[in-house]
């Protein structure tokens, strides 16, 4: 009887047929927290005050205490800052998806644009005007030239892009951090040399309402191209072959779409976001590169993108949830004594959750479909 | 010339053992890209468990070897069944549910690494240290020219994965189990109809698959590092499905290619080290194998023929 009515009740929350694509992630991430809680209480720590403190530390709940020129409007904006590369990685990812093309080489694409970012402009001093946009455009050309890359070798030679871009995720890894050891490294931090203000995509330290706060420049950018992404996989027609292609690939070939130039296309339309990823993440967060290192948000996102059912607004809205995890890990484990690996496993097992979304909207559908049938049946 | 033979060897054989789990899987039809993700796992598991073993009953860590080896292939095969469900049962798209489970696993083993290595040991490190291997020359096969090198310093996790390849190489080609797994990769109504469960069998495959990439893995940490550490995930469990790719998902091309890329790997090394080169162009040296993985797809993907049902999740009712 109680389980009835629990079932009822959880039926009523997220059985909403047109509601799926907004109830389906949200109870995929309340599982998620409900069990990284267990493993959290496992370890002996209450893990009502790890959540708030990931709040805390993202600048969505007050700190007890704040340093100079710091609030959480500082917090907050920071974490706008960390999530502008998180939200053009996910569109990245989503738009190779929705075109039937796995993208895992999203971080190498990063690191490829970021890097000739760094060296082309951001060590040029040149002026502000010119050097941002330049910044912009290098990114994006970058990203591209892998993107299309991988593209044009699963097109030319059938080569799954799965592996063709895993193998250019070490190789672009390996080759940069020879080139940043041997010609860029600051001895000091062990990165690269710092870049110029000027080709900053973050305005940092910008003194207002006497606080310091970051900037983010490519925060606006990335709202802006996520609209632009809706509306171009709705409206245009290359979006539509895009789409098509994902969906089937001979079902597109036979209505005479050519399927693998939409596929490159594809590709270099995701690179290039990979590459805006890059360049607000290397030139915008950060200031540098650490050599050897991937950037593991090319691998968050694809759970971002996933997460947000490759919607834009829906990217937008998990990347603004992942990131809180991210951002608040490290003041959670500062104040909780709870481990700041514990994020990256709460992220990978909303993850997990997501891959499974298919199911999980299947289930609902059923047990809804289960539940309506006997309650006709009652009422004859 | 021995030492790109031992290296070599030492390298391409867990990677070999690995491919055999990738093949297992995707001949039965389901693709796995968890590899990676399941040799950590499986190391992590194995060395996890040799250190409480000899840390409880104060068992010197160089007699645990065979224990380590066993319970990694375990520790494989439990966190692959997770790739089974995602797969087979929850019918996720199986390609995601390979980069997931890496991820997790890459996550996971770290987390409780740290967190483990705090609370047992009290210590602050991301590090297992599980000693190293014993090495062993078999003396009157080693005097032969040249070839002599691959009898030479042979770590005996060599042996064991040689007989467990042949093994399985065996089962996979003579066996009734071998012809209905991949039957399943290449048409599963056939099998459905002779009466034999379809998912059973990818299940099986799948486990297999996670037990020998947790050999794999812990031979890397053996061999590699004499640690598990998250320097374990260094892509390897891709090269090996690079690997089988380019072995068009038959054992002994595969054999070829894994050693074509251990001998890559440790042939960089001794040129570097012919050339006395700085320290910093090893960063150069290691993209060898990854470089050469992609221009033999570049020649030999297009002759490539997967299993037919490769990545198709089976519906009996579908036609």
């Known amino acids: 009887m109680i389980r009835a009515k629990m079932n009822k009740a959880f039926l009523k929350i997220f059985g909403k047929e047109e509601w799926y694509l907004v109830t389906i992630p949200v109870f995929l991430i309340l599982l998620s927290f409900i069990v990284a809680a267990i493993i959290i209480i496992f370890l002996g720590k209450n893990p009502f005050l790890a959540f708030y403190n990931l709040l805390q530390g993202s600048g969505l709940a007050p700190k007890p205490a704040y340093g100079g020129h710091k609030s959480m409007l500082t917090d907050f904006l920071s974490l706008l800052n960390y999530m502008t590369p998180m939200i053009f990685a996910s569109l990245s990812v989503a738009i190779a998806l929705k075109g039937g093309l796995f993208n895992i080489g999203v971080s190498g694409q990063m690191l490829f644009g970021g890097f000739f970012a760094t060296i082309l402009v951001g060590y040029s001093g040149l002026d502000w005007a010119i050097a941002k946009p330049l910044v912009l455009i290098v990114g994006i050309i970058g990203g591209a030239i892998i993107g299309g890359l991988i593209g044009l070798l699963k097109h030319k030679f059938n080569i799954n892009e799965v592996v063709s871009s895993i193998m250019f995720n070490y190789i672009i890894q390996y080759v940069f951090s020879f080139f940043i050891h041997g010609y860029y490294i600051d001895p000091v931090s062990r990165q690269s040399k710092y870049i110029s203000d000027a080709s900053r995509l973050t305005l940092v330290n910008v003194q207002m309402f006497n606080l310091k706060m970051d900037l983010s420049i490519g925060f606006i950018i990335a709202i802006i191209l996520a609209i632009a992404v809706?509306?171009?996989?709705?409206?245009?027609?290359?979006?539509?072959?895009?789409?098509?292609?994902?969906?089937?690939?001979?079902?597109?070939?036979?209505?005479?779409?050519?399927?693998?130039?939409?596929?490159?296309?594809?590709?270099?339309?995701?690179?290039?976001?990979?590459?805006?990823?890059?360049?607000?993440?290397?030139?915008?967060?950060?200031?540098?590169?650490?050599?050897?290192?991937?950037?593991?948000?090319?691998?968050?996102?694809?759970?971002?993108?996933?997460?947000?059912?490759?919607?834009?607004?829906?990217?937008?809205?998990?990347?603004?949830?992942?990131?809180?995890?991210?951002?608040?890990?490290?003041?959670?484990?500062?104040?909780?004594?709870?481990?700041?690996?514990?994020?990256?496993?709460?992220?990978?097992?909303?993850?997990?959750?997501?891959?499974?979304?298919?199911?999980?909207?299947h289930k609902i559908q059923s047990k809804k479909d289960n539940l309506e049938y006997k309650a006709r049946k009652e009422i004859k | 010339m021995e030492t790109i033979i031992i290296d070599g060897l030492s390298f391409g054989l867990p990677l070999f053992i690995m491919a055999i789990g990738g093949i297992y899987s995707e001949r039965s039809g389901i693709i796995n890209l968890a590899i990676?993700?399941?040799?950590?796992?499986?190391?992590?598991?194995?060395?996890?468990?040799?250190?409480l073993v000899g840390h409880f009953f104060d068992i010197p860590l160089q007699k645990l070897?065979?224990?380590?080896?066993?319970?990694?292939?375990?520790?494989?095969?439990?966190?692959?069944?997770?790739?089974?469900?995602?797969?087979?049962?929850?019918?996720?798209?199986?390609?995601?549910?390979?980069?997931?489970?890496n991820i997790l696993s890459m996550a996971l083993t770290i987390f409780l690494t740290t967190q483990i290595n705090s609370i047992v040991f009290g210590a602050m490190s991301d590090k297992f240290r599980i000693g190293t291997s014993n090495r062993f020359t078999i003396e009157f096969l080693a005097k032969i020219p040249i070839v002599g090198a691959a009898f030479k310093n042979i770590y005996p996790f060599?042996?064991?994965?040689?007989?467990?390849a042949v093994f399985a190489a065996y089962v996979l080609n003579k066996t009734r189990f071998g012809l209905r797994l991949r039957a399943c990769g290449d048409n599963p109504h056939s099998v459905d109809?002779?009466?034999?469960?379809?998912?059973?069998?990818?299940?099986?495959?799948?486990?297999?698959?996670?037990?020998?990439?947790?050999?794999?893995?812990?031979s890397f940490a053996y061999s590699i590092s004499t640690?598990?550490?998250?320097?374990?995930?260094?892509?390897?469990?891709?090269?090996?499905?690079?690997?089988?790719?380019?072995?068009?998902?038959?054992?002994?091309?595969?054999?070829?290619?894994?050693?074509?890329?251990?001998?890559?790997?440790?042939?960089?090394?001794?040129?570097?080290?012919?050339?006395?080169?700085?320290?910093?162009?090893?960063?150069?040296?290691?993209?060898?194998?990854?470089?050469?993985?992609l221009l033999l797809l570049i020649f030999f993907s297009k002759a490539n023929h997967p299993p037919r049902a490769l990545g198709e999740i089976y519906d009996k009712g579908k036609r």
Request: glycine residues 12%; hydrophobic residues 55%; contains cysteine.
């Open chain 2, 193 to 218: 109809a002779a009466g034999v469960e379809v998912s059973r069998i990818q299940y099986l495959a799948v486990m297999i698959s996670g037990a020998l990439s947790g050999l794999g893995g812990i």
């Open chain 2, 158 to 164: 060599q042996v064991v994965i040689l007989i467990i």
């Open chain 2, 65 to 101: 070897f065979y224990l380590a080896l066993l319970l990694s292939m375990f520790g494989g095969m439990l966190f692959s069944t997770l790739h089974g469900l995602l797969c087979i049962k929850f019918k996720a798209n199986q390609v995601i549910s390979g980069v997931v489970i």
């Open chain 2, 36 to 51: 990676e993700g399941l040799q950590g796992f499986g190391a992590f598991f194995g060395s996890l468990s040799i250190i």
């Open chain 1, 230 to 361: 809706k509306v171009f996989l709705d409206k245009s027609r290359l979006g539509f072959e895009i789409k098509a292609v994902g969906a089937n690939h001979k079902g597109a070939n036979y209505a005479g779409i050519n399927v693998g130039r939409t596929r490159v296309l594809t590709m270099l339309i995701s690179g290039a976001f990979a590459g805006l990823a890059g360049v607000t993440y290397y030139l915008g967060y950060f200031a540098s590169i650490q050599p050897r290192v991937l950037p593991s948000m090319g691998f968050d996102a694809i759970a971002v993108a996933l997460l947000g059912n490759l919607h834009s607004y829906g990217i937008i809205a998990a990347s603004f949830i992942i990131s809180i995890i991210d951002k608040g890990s490290t003041y959670m484990s500062s104040k909780a004594g709870v481990r700041q690996e514990i994020a990256s496993v709460i992220t990978a097992l909303i993850l997990l959750f997501s891959a499974c979304s298919v199911y999980v909207q």
């Open chain 2, 227 to 293: 640690n598990f550490s998250p320097a374990i995930y260094m892509g390897y469990g891709y090269l090996a499905i690079a690997a089988l790719i380019f072995g068009n998902w038959k054992v002994l091309p595969t054999f070829g290619a894994c050693l074509l890329f251990g001998f890559a790997r440790s042939g960089g090394y001794y040129i570097a080290q012919l050339l006395k080169m700085p320290s910093t162009f090893s960063d150069l040296i290691m993209i060898l194998p990854y470089v050469l993985t």
